[in-house]
């Protein structure tokens, strides 16, 4: 009996049974290929006469991919985010922070560096893993360590499981491979041990308000009637945002200032008459500029730097700040350095740090003894809860908060 043939050519692409399994091996662009095919002979010929007319017309061969590392992937995808996909910084970061979790658990536990043998048992041990560190909530290291929450395992998984998907678009995995973090069903996780918000009752808004100043009350009724996010609180000019009267607050993105919202959408939100009286109120030492400013500019007898500046005014200053910090650095600012440049402005026009309102509620509290409030978000959660018990329609629920299109939170959980 004549012998089972082992090897086969077809044009440039020879074809190889090792074990059971045929392999095929050819070059492309000076690299040599050798990609698993099957058992079946007559699909890997087939396979072998497909790849061989690809190359002969100079296209990619089906079965070609690139090879590289985790990290090296890694980079390149945040590299995508950063200069053609141009997600914001705080993204970028957001999603850095995530990955870098699936770096240290590789480089840790003797899983394969190479993105194309990642595989779906090495993404469930990386969930094992996710649920035995600890970290310091929000990143500051002087927070104390704890174990990673459900929502933010969610999260980390849902970025690697980008991270994959930029991978076989950009042909780094086999093909026909799937994503190994798809089969984990990620969105359907049970979150069981996520951070419970608490709200005033009404008892306690009432505390909380006699317990603030005159600085501090116009700012947190403002977050109460309204359900701005502290951000965007913050960067409202007057009268520009607000009008003479008052009849609307407008929330805008400002990108030639370094700011935007956080879902880049602008909105106007209607004022209610009560705080309208406290608005004006609260701009009777100022007739321009920041709508907000620091305490020490609150009384007026002390100005900002970019004393009473119109957003134009603002824009050309940082203009000509970006520029001067061009001619001097040796090499070409990051977007990040850009970004940081232009925001000066705001700090010279009087804005009050969102880390400073935070501060500021927690002093009230503390002081109407109201327990552990931490957060201005609560403030926003409170306004997005009392439209929900109003039965206030979904769109226009979702179009006050300022949420992304499609997204009509429930059960309370509002961004």
Not at 15 to 28: A, C, M, P, S
Not at 382 to 389: G, I, S
Request: hydrophobic letters at 40%; a positive charge; proline letters at 6%.
């Amino acid at each position: 009996m004549a012998r089972k043939a082992k090897s086969f050519r077809v044009g440039h692409v020879r074809g190889d049974l090792r074990g059971k399994v045929w392999y095929l091996t050819y070059f492309e662009l000076g690299q040599r290929r050798r990609p698993r095919v099957g058992p079946d002979q007559n699909a890997a010929r087939q396979m072998a006469a497909q790849i061989n007319a690809e190359l002969e017309s100079g296209t990619t061969a089906t079965l070609s991919f690139q090879a590289v590392t985790i990290e090296e992937l890694r980079q390149k995808w945040l590299e995508h985010h950063e200069h053609v996909a141009r997600s914001s910084v705080a993204t970028i970061n957001r999603y850095r922070t995530a990955t870098d979790h699936l770096l240290v658990f590789t480089k840790t536990s003797r899983i394969p560096q190479l993105t194309s043998q990642f595989r779906s048992d090495h993404a469930e041990l990386f969930v094992r893993y996710l649920r035995t560190i600890e970290v310091h909530p929000n990143g500051h290291p002087n927070a104390p360590l704890r174990t990673l929450r459900d929502k933010g395992i969610q999260f980390i998984l849902q970025t690697c499981r980008s991270l994959f998907a930029f991978a076989i678009q950009k042909r780094h995995l086999p093909p026909y491979a799937d994503n190994p973090f798809s089969a984990l069903n990620v969105d359907r996780m049970p979150i069981e041990n996520s951070k419970p918000i608490r709200l005033f009752v009404p008892e306690e808004e009432r505390k909380f308000l006699l317990a603030c100043d005159e600085w501090q009350f116009p700012l947190f009724l403002t977050l109460m009637l309204t359900g701005m996010r502290p951000g965007e609180l913050a960067h409202l000019l007057f009268p520009e945002d607000t009008g003479i009267e008052f009849d609307e607050l407008v929330i805008r993105n400002r990108p030639e200032l370094g700011w935007q919202i956080k879902t880049r959408r602008e909105r106007t939100i209607p004022i209610h008459p009560v705080l309208r009286r406290v608005l004006r109120v609260a701009t009777l030492s100022h007739s321009s500029g920041m709508l907000f400013r620091r305490r020490r500019f609150y009384s007026g007898s002390i100005k900002p730097l970019l004393e009473g500046m119109t957003s134009e005014q603002l824009v050309r200053e940082a203009e000509r700040r970006l520029e001067g910090a061009k001619a001097n650095s040796e090499t070409p600012l990051t977007r990040t350095a850009q970004l940081k440049t232009r925001r000066t402005v705001w700090v010279d026009a009087g804005i009050v740090r969102t880390d400073r309102i935070r501060n500021e509620l927690i002093q009230v509290c503390e002081s109407a003894e109201l327990g552990n409030f931490t957060s201005p978000k609560m403030l926003r959660h409170l306004f997005a809860t009392t439209l929900q018990d109003a039965n206030v329609d979904p769109l226009i629920r979702s179009e006050l908060m300022g949420h992304a299109l499609g997204m009509i939170p429930a059960n309370n959980h509002w961004a």
